[in-house]
């Protein structure tokens, strides 16, 4: 895919460009409250909120709809910041075009639809707003690239990214644990495409705004996206992530923002990615461990036929495993030690030598 062609407004210029404002519209008093205090802040220049809310389960709050909308005007006319919310479908974008919003944002919950975000590219058709995609919620790297040309077929020239996370079983220590080498392999193949970090949604929770937002500094990115609220506790929605503004000022002051050795953040990229899925491995590897014992015992209490057949089957098993250890690579030694060990333990647990299982 070849981006259109044209400068890109979203890409970086000296520092990274910093959206933020509240996960979602609520009142025009806290819109225009933190709208306020994010205007004190020179690094903000685009202010973001959730209009209709893609949400888990039903009954949670599902935005205010368009009415939030005037309030994002009344945003920019009194604070001359540039607007920003997502939209899912082409009512939406009607909506958001309708009121002025700057820039458009395309959900984690939307970019895994192609027929939505086809939807939505083909209401932009011929329209001059730039367009962030963020990440699928799965890491499927096709499917972001397929939505980035879905609106680059659409002509829209302002195209950026955001890296929000992906979702996973566990949510420690990360609310959706960040792929950086996955957003690393796709801007090596767009390299002119503005990437940008939306710390909130990876972190989930205060304490890790910073490292978050500092490894994307470190990484190059073009922008951060912080989500920001006046009164956070009173948040309807994300309380546990968002910033008031004067906290957002100090995270900002204590960031790097020329970022540390993008090759030292690489490496440690790459470590936290192979830590991560070894963890997994050995997940796996637990389990197979508890179905290997629970069938060996089913063998071992159902068992026909005498002990030493048993011991010269499992002279065989071990033989063949040996042999697979070379084609994989694996220490012959090392191979026999474990294998030798689950045996013992199934012996030991059944207090008889019959361990042919
Ligand atoms: C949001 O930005 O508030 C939001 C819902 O984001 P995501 O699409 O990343 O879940
Ligand atoms: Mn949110």
């Known amino acids: 895919m070849k981006l259109a062609a044209g400068t890109n407004k979203l890409a970086k210029t000296t520092a990274p460009v910093v959206i933020a404002g509240p996960c979602s519209a609520e009142s025009e008093e806290q819109m225009l409250q933190t709208a306020l205090g994010l205007k004190k802040l020179q690094s903000v220049s685009i202010f973001r909120a959730g209009i209709w809310k893609p949400r888990t389960r039903p009954g949670s709050f599902q935005g205010v709809g368009t009415v939030g909308l005037e309030w994002l005007r009344t945003v920019k006319q009194e604070t001359g910041l540039r607007t920003a919310c997502e939209v899912a479908n082409a009512d939406h974008v009607a909506e958001a075009l309708k009121h002025e919003v700057d820039i ?4 984690a919950h939307t970019t895994v639809n192609s027929f939505l975000v086809q939807e939505i590219a083909d209401a932009v058709k011929g329209v001059d707003i730039p367009v962030l995609v963020k990440n699928p919620v799965s ?3 096709l499917l972001w690239i397929g939505a980035l040309e879905r609106f680059n077929n659409s002509g829209i020239s302002d195209l950026g990214v955001i890296h929000r996370g992906f979702s996973t079983i566990d ?7 960040p792929k950086w080498d996955h957003v690393a392999e796709l801007k090596s193949q767009l390299p002119d495409l503005p990437v940008y970090c939306d710390a909130s949604h990876i972190a989930g929770r205060r304490s890790l705004l910073r ?5 994307a500094i470190d990484l190059g990115y073009d922008g951060l996206m912080v989500e920001t609220h006046h009164n956070p506790v009173k948040a309807l929605s994300d309380p546990h992530q968002q910033l008031m503004p004067p906290e957002l000022d100090m995270l900002l002051q204590a960031l790097n923002m020329q970022g540390n050795d993008p090759e030292e953040a690489r490496s440690v990229v790459l470590q936290e990615e192979w830590r991560k899925e070894i963890e997994y491995l050995d997940d796996e ?3 197979l461990l508890a179905r290997r014992t629970a069938l060996s015992e089913k063998l071992g209490t159902n068992r026909q036929g005498n002990s030493s057949e048993a011991e010269e089957a499992w002279d065989q098993v071990l033989e063949n495993l ?7 690579g694996m220490n012959k030694e090392f191979v026999k030690t474990v294998f030798q060990e689950v045996r013992k333990q199934y012996a030991q647990t059944h207090l008889y030598c019959d361990m042919g299982a």
């Open 285 to 287: 590897l637990m389990d």
């Open 171 to 177: 949510n420690a220590p990360y609310r959706n644990h």
């Open 139 to 141: 890491p499927d790297l």
């Open 211 to 215: 490292p978050v937002s500092q490894r």
């Open 104 to 107: 458009l944002l395309i959900g």
């Open 322 to 328: 040996l042999l697979q250890a070379n084609s994989f």
